[in-house]
Each structure stands twice: as C-alpha cells, then as structure tokens.
C-alpha cells in the first residue's frame, strides 16, 4: 500500500486585492469628486486672494473641505485596486499621502477662521498642502505607468492630478486671472474623473 504523499516546507497563505471595486463604491466616489472639485473650483473663484476672516474664508473652507473628502475617496479607490501595482513602496506613499492629507485638511480648518496664522503650527500644517499635491502628481504619473486603470481613466488620472505643476505656476505669476485657469483645470480633470468613475462603474486593473 502506497502512503499518501505529503508536501514538506510550510504552507503559505497568498493573499490577493480585489480587480475590482464595489460599483456602488466607485460611483459614490466619482460623485463627491466630481461635486467636491466643482464646488471648490467656484468657491476659489469667488473667494479669490481674500485676506482675514469672513464668508469669503468660510466658502473657501467649506469648499475645499469638500474636494479634499473627493481626494480621500479617490486615494483610497486606487488604493484598494493597487493602481500603482502591489509593492510596498506604492503602499507606502498611499499611506504617505494620508498623512499630508490630514494635514492638509487641518490647514484648510485654520485657513477657514483665521486661526493662528504666521505661527509655527501654521505653518507646520500649511505645509502639508503642497506636499500632498506634489506627492498627488507622483502618483498621477505612477498610475500612468503602471496601466492598471486602463482607458480614459488612467490618462485623466494622470491629467487631474498634475494640477499642481500645471496650474499653481500660472496662479503664481497672474494671481487671480490665474485662479481662473486652475478652476478650469480642476474641472476638466478632477471634476471629469469623477464623471468617468460614475459612468464606467468599474476601475478593473489588468494583469
């Protein structure tokens, strides 16, 4: 009588993401992205270079709060399908980008009342803005290159999320005739993005 074979070495568990995420998901994320950055595209047009506290402030931050709720849910979508592939660095600044995001909200916060502005904590929060726009263009280009998220999707991506080497040089140089070209950027990637994960339902990485 043959004895059963048996396999030596230990056994591993392989763990895999989802291709997909929930449509329910996607389009609920398309959807505040889409409002959040339309909101905030004329909420920055409106409020314009305003100084000091008052509703200009608050529609600011109340704006921006919502487009960077659209960001969150956007950061999480890609994370969730390994847009930028599975390894650790691309975890890593997902996780990275968090944390610039957090601060980044904080300093929209502050911005919104006029609180502790010129102050070290300010500017530690204030900070975190640009950082979590540059570190949004790194990952735009990844999920470019990666090709995960095919189609339309993937080179909006790409195109959204370059607003900040795009526009805020413009904004720099022509100050508020340039709010007006970033407005128009964030509605045509952003705003677009949104509208395309509502449409498509699905963000299916290839393999």
Known sequence: MTAPSRTTGPTRLVTTRPDTAPASTVRSTGALLAVGTVAWAVGMAI???????????????????VFQAGIARLLLLQYRTAAMGEGPLA?????????????????????AFWLLHGSPVWMAFDLCWPLSMA???????????????????RWT????QSWFVTSIPVVLIVRDAGLWVASAQLISGYAVLGLLL??????RPTR
């Not at 409020?47 to 709060?65: I, K, M, R, Y």
């Not at 991506?157 to 959204?160: G, M, R």
């Not at 509502?198 to 963000?203: I, N, S």
């Open 47 to 65: 409020a314009g270079e305003h100084e000091g506290f008052g509703w200009q402030s608050l529609l600011g931050g109340a704006t921006a709060l």
């Open 91 to 111: 975890r890593g600044v997902y996780h990275l980008q968090s944390v610039f995001l957090a601060g980044a909200v904080v300093s929209t916060l502050l911005d």
């Open 135 to 153: 570190t949004m263009v790194g990952i735009g280009i990844r999920v470019a290159i990666a090709g995960r998220w095919t189609g339309s999707i």
């Open 157 to 160: 991506t790409l195109w959204a």
């Open 198 to 203: 509502v449409r498509h339902e699905t963000v």
